[in-house]
């Protein structure tokens, strides 16, 4: 399958107006950064990965909420209920491999946003910060899903989401640390 047949496949179930809107955000996200750099307070570099978190951000979005059909409400409050299964599961004939891989996923898909912010404000960024944005980015990717009835409200997805991107800041802050010693 080419990439056009898996990007059209992949989000057809979009509305017209959810498309709209991501052209919209895109727009607007542009001329906010073409702005700030002809104002000199962000340079190519961080416009470059201003760009990128951006794109990023809207596919995320994109896979988790919108490229879901809308179904029913449901929500999973109860906190590691997945490692609950999958380690009640270990000594069963089918342990659940797949709730497993889906936890260590649901940690890396935040990743590349926590290595992209402290590239977009061309510092490090605090780990309590870092955690506060992951937490906040998650929460509204799982309350967008809870309120269009496109998947499930998971506190677990926040929790991992969060710490995939706690790690990415911790990361490039010790990039960057490694960098301005060298």
Same mark, same amino acid.
């Given at each position: 399958?080419?990439?056009?047949?898996?990007?059209?496949?992949? =989000?057809?179930?979009?509305?017209?107006?959810?498309?709209?809107?991501?052209?919209?955000?895109?727009?607007?996200?542009?001329? +906010?950064?073409?702005?700030?750099?002809?104002?000199?307070? +962000?340079?190519?570099?961080?416009? /470059?990965?201003?760009?990128?978190?951006?794109?990023?951000?809207?596919?995320?979005?994109?896979?988790?909420? /919108?490229?879901?059909?809308?179904?029913?409400?449901?929500?999973?409050?109860?906190?590691?209920?997945?490692?609950?299964?999958?380690?009640?599961?270990?000594?069963?004939? =089918?342990? &659940?491999?797949?709730?497993?891989?889906?936890?260590?996923?649901?940690? +890396?898909?935040?990743?590349?946003?926590?290595? /992209?912010?402290?590239?977009? =404000? !061309?510092? &490090?960024?605090?780990? &309590?910060?870092?955690?506060?944005?992951?937490?906040?980015?998650?929460?509204?990717?799982?309350?967008?899903?809870?309120?269009?009835?496109?998947?499930?409200?998971?506190?677990?997805?926040?929790?991992?989401?969060?710490? !995939?991107?706690?790690? !990415?800041?911790?990361?490039?802050?010790?990039?960057?640390?490694?960098?301005?010693?060298?």
């Amino acid at each position: 399958m080419d990439i056009y047949q898996t990007v059209i496949s992949h =989000y057809l179930h979009w509305s017209k107006i959810e498309l709209i809107a991501v052209v919209i955000v895109m727009i607007i996200s542009f001329i +906010i950064l073409e702005r700030f750099y002809k104002k000199d307070k +962000i340079n190519k570099i961080q416009m /470059f990965f201003c760009v990128l978190f951006i794109i990023y951000l809207l596919h995320v979005y994109g896979s988790t909420v /919108f490229s879901r059909l809308p179904s029913k409400r449901i929500c999973k409050l109860e906190v590691f209920w997945s490692w609950k299964e999958i380690l009640n599961s270990m000594n069963t004939t =089918y342990p &659940k491999y797949e709730l497993f891989l889906e936890n260590i996923l649901n940690v +890396i898909m935040l990743l590349p946003l926590g290595i /992209f912010l402290p590239l977009v =404000y !061309g510092k &490090k960024i605090d780990w &309590k910060v870092g955690l506060l944005i992951g937490f906040c980015i998650s929460f509204s990717i799982e309350l967008m899903q809870l309120v269009l009835c496109r998947g499930m409200f998971d506190v677990d997805d926040i929790i991992h989401n969060s710490l !995939g991107f706690l790690i !990415g800041i911790v990361i490039i802050n010790k990039v960057l640390l490694m960098n301005k010693i060298s």
